[in-house]
């Protein structure tokens, strides 16, 4: 036991030491982008994703209900994910994300990921919805790794792929695929496809100021995701308040069917960006 405690100390140290690295990236890159961009980057370099350059912090707390069959005993679980986004370049994203979820056991997940933007949003931003220029794809691949101290010894890979196309300035459609090493029984999204609602539109002189949309203005997103195991749908409500800050709500239910459970959850988030 002393031995699993050990690596999952020096896990939660690799996170973090890599949320170093992009704080110190930050200055470097920003400096550099700033001196090769041509000056219309450089005073438009608000972003989809933050600022060029830049990062965003973002975190969310969830609480699960999970109940099942005549016998089965209704339990409760909790759920928080920290995520750390870097706008390394106009096209190019990174992120670090873990996850630690707990109810009968604990469980940890490290996930690492990569956006990529076919089309540079910052010189695109007059025909843009807040996830990127209209018409114009965003791919982004993930990949990761969860475990139980337990059993350390069992660490299970995860990926994800998903395609985003801002389709006009009040929606955005996507689709994607999860992959899991080894399924557990709440894994019921293998294929996963989502809607974003943007009921209102930047101002020509404030686009991406906030990245989640226009301040004061709510955004929606429902995911639904499924295979032969189960389904699930996540609603998410993001209202940005001010430039720099957006506050999340969100609910979800899932239904799995060997064995069968029921899960529902309501949860809250924040998401905090860079002002320039």
């Known amino acids: 036991m002393k031995d699993g405690r050990d690596i999952s100390g020096g896990l939660h140290k690799a996170f973090f030491r890599a949320v170093l690295c992009l704080v110190a990236l930050h200055s470097l890159s920003f400096r550099a982008i700033g001196a090769a961009n041509d000056p219309s980057d450089s005073e438009r370099s608000h972003h ?70 076919t089309t540079n949003p910052v010189r695109s931003a007059a025909a843009s919805n807040p996830d990127g220029p209209l018409g114009r794809l965003v791919f982004r691949v993930g990949l990761g790794s969860r475990w139980n101290p337990d059993t350390l010894a069992q660490r299970r ?23 899991y090493e080894s399924s557990e029984p709440g894994d019921v999204e293998r294929l996963v496809a989502g809607v974003s609602f943007f009921p209102g539109h930047y101002p020509p002189d404030s686009v991406y100021v906030n990245p989640d949309g226009p301040v004061n203005s709510p955004v929606f997103h429902l995911t639904v995701g499924g295979s032969s195991r189960g389904a699930s749908s996540t609603m998410t409500l993001v209202l940005p308040i001010r430039r720099d800050l957006s506050l999340t709500t969100s609910f979800s239910a899932a239904r799995s069917t060997s064995p069968y459970r029921v899960s529902l959850s309501i949860g809250g988030g924040l998401s905090v960006y860079p002002r320039l």
């Open 48 to 117: 989809p994703d933050g600022a060029v350059g830049r990062i965003s912090f973002h975190g969310q707390a969830a609480y699960y209900s999970v109940s099942g069959r005549a016998g089965y005993s209704p339990r409760d679980a909790q759920d928080f994910t920290a995520r750390v986004d870097m706008v390394a370049s106009a096209k190019l994203v990174l992120e670090a994300a873990y996850r630690l979820s707990s109810g009968n056991t604990d469980q940890h997940t490290l996930l690492a990921a990569v956006k990529l933007y």
């Open 157 to 179: 890979s995860l990926a994800e792929v998903q395609v985003r196309l801002p389709t006009t300035f009040h929606f955005t459609f996507s689709t994607g695929f999860r992959f």
